[in-house]
């Protein structure tokens, strides 16, 4: 819960340097690429510069090398080295989670996580993001995902709320009302 907290405060902290600035979606594309560095496989980034067995400036460094690589802008860069410096730096994912939260909510959008039984085409997307914008009347960013056991259709998680198109749920309530209708094959099924 602390962690959390500490997420937080420091998330908002950065959204409120970005708001100054005007740069807070500048800082989420920044915020973005570094934590896609943190989820690349064998890499165990967190934890090594969280390890107190290396010395401060041995992590310095290569932070230091890494970021100098990402071309974040410097505002993003120093707040990394910040959190590097305050010893914070295990709860960079939950700033990166948070502050994306915190910008999202300031740009007027929310996250969508939409997932199909196949990949979806751009065409689809659209008309999706478009259904979806319509529904919570919010800018609408899709995370896809893909699940072959939807067998097709499309369930979508927005803000909490479930939309769930998918045949696999169709099947199933067919299948439920089906069986309320006729209980006797209920018995034999």
Do not use: W
């Amino acid at each position: 819960m602390a962690d959390l907290a500490v997420a937080e405060r420091y998330a908002r902290a950065l959204v409120d340097l970005g708001e100054e600035e005007g740069l807070v979606d500048q800082f989420l594309a920044d915020l973005t690429t570094f934590q896609a560095v943190l989820d690349l496989p064998d890499v165990l980034l967190v934890e090594t510069l969280s390890h107190p067995a290396f010395a401060l400036e041995e992590r310095k460094a290569i932070l230091d090398d890494i970021l100098a690589k990402l071309d974040l802008h410097k505002h993003s860069a120093n707040f990394l080295r910040l959190c590097l410096e305050k010893g914070r730096f295990r709860s960079v994912p939950a700033i990166v989670a948070s502050y994306t939260l915190a910008a999202d909510t300031l740009a007027g959008r929310v996250r969508a996580v939409v997932t199909t039984a196949e990949p979806m085409t751009k065409a689809l997307e659209k008309k999706v993001q478009a259904s979806l914008a319509k529904a919570t009347g919010k800018t609408i960013l899709i995370d896809s995902k893909v699940d072959p056991l939807l067998i097709g259709g499309v369930v979508a998680q927005v803000e909490g709320r479930i939309f769930d198109a998918s045949l696999r749920t169709r099947l199933v309530n067919l299948h439920q009302t089906l069986l309320l209708t006729n209980p006797e094959q209920a018995l034999e099924a």
